[in-house]
């Protein structure tokens, strides 16, 4: 792997080589001090282009915890707002001897356009509607933790054992929510079923993409079906800042129909694991209660913010090449 711009070009062992690497990752996370000289030397640039909290602060630690010098640029204060295009920014980007570029952006298809403009290696980090890899592989690996090793919060993280495999092919995932506007959505439809698992999309028709059914998933009309058996509900945000105007009725209706809570939850399996990539509007598409596990619901919300460390610190390692020290 050169770059990883997405999950759809990403095969089945490049996935099983990333999840492997993030577990014993995972396990330095859990050290007093966390810290590793795998990538000393070395220099991660962030590009984001739109907001983040969790993505953009989770490869500045992952690059850190592995010695890597890392930088951000603001690009509001950067020569963007001068009107710099994206390719002498990332001419520029490499001119000052970046060794991998983590960029966000509202356009899909930026990072492939990325890639092109430079040798280093570029990570997606979210582009527009089209993907966002490293999400993907946090969902998987917390899945994996639960539904196949079997941890506990308290237990992870686990140790990779042999006798379990990263194979989800047991597993019903209901992805729900704003699918059109969802590149967490598309990416996780690519891994998940790459992994073996069975995918659910469903949400409303408005917020559905016209592309739904060539993706490998099975759509569902209502919240019901979504979730009737589900091992797995992973719940999108409304994502206005993308949405024209129009999509819903209104907010009222949209968490009725579609707001997961401990009502819907009873649909699913007893064990169902509740995912959210976050940011979590708590009462429009989750519950608060449910958001935070209240009454025996298991949310991962967290678990998947700390898995995102481990599993850009293993992305950052394969495509620069740490070393095994
Ligand atoms: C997601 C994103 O930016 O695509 N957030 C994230 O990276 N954790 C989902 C979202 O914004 O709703």
Redesign the pocket.
């Known amino acids: 792997m050169r770059d990883l711009l997405s999950i759809r070009e990403t095969d089945t062992d490049q996935i099983h080589q990333v999840l492997q690497t993030a577990v014993g990752f995972n396990e330095i996370l859990k050290r007093p001090v966390k810290k590793v000289p795998t990538l000393r030397g070395r220099s991660v640039i962030t590009l984001f282009y739109?907001s983040?909290?969790?993505?953009r602060t989770s490869f500045e630690l992952a690059a850190k915890y592995m010695s890597a010098d890392a930088v951000n640029i603001a690009v509001a204060q950067s020569s963007v707002s001068k009107g710099e295009s994206l390719k002498d920014t990332l001419k520029t980007l490499e001119a000052l001897t970046a060794d991998c570029i983590v960029i966000?952006h509202p356009s899909s298809g930026a990072a492939h356009l990325a890639a092109q403009f430079t040798s280093v290696p570029v990570i997606n980090?979210?582009d527009g509607r089209h993907e966002?890899p490293t999400?993907a592989l946090l969902d998987a690996l917390t899945i994996w933790q639960h539904k196949v090793v079997g941890a506990e919060d308290d237990t992870y993280p686990v140790a990779l054992r042999p006798d379990k495999p990263f194979d989800l092919a047991h597993l019903t995932v209901a992805i729900v929510g704003?699918l059109a506007h969802?590149?967490?959505a598309r990416s996780n439809a690519w891994c998940l079923s790459r992994l073996g698992a069975t995918v659910r999309w469903a949400g409303p028709r408005t917020l559905l993409p016209a592309e739904a059914h060539q993706l490998p998933v099975t759509v569902c009309d209502d919240l019901e079906s979504a979730l009737t058996g589900a091992d797995v509900v992973m719940v999108?945000?409304l994502?206005t800042e993308r949405q024209e105007s129009g999509l819903l009725p209104s907010l009222r209706e949209y968490s009725r129909l579609w707001g997961v809570t401990h009502t819907s939850l009873r649909w699913a399996k007893p064990d169902v694991l509740v995912m959210h990539?976050?940011?979590m509007n708590r009462g429009v598409e989750i519950s608060a209660e449910v958001a935070d596990g209240v009454g025996g619901v298991r949310s991962t919300v967290e678990q998947?913010?700390t898995n995102?460390v481990a599993v850009r610190m293993a992305c950052l390692y394969l495509l620069m090449g740490g070393s095994g020290e």
């Open positions: 739109e983040s909290t969790r993505t966000r980090a979210g966002h999400q704003d969802s590149r967490v999108l945000r994502q990539p976050g940011p998947q913010v995102g």
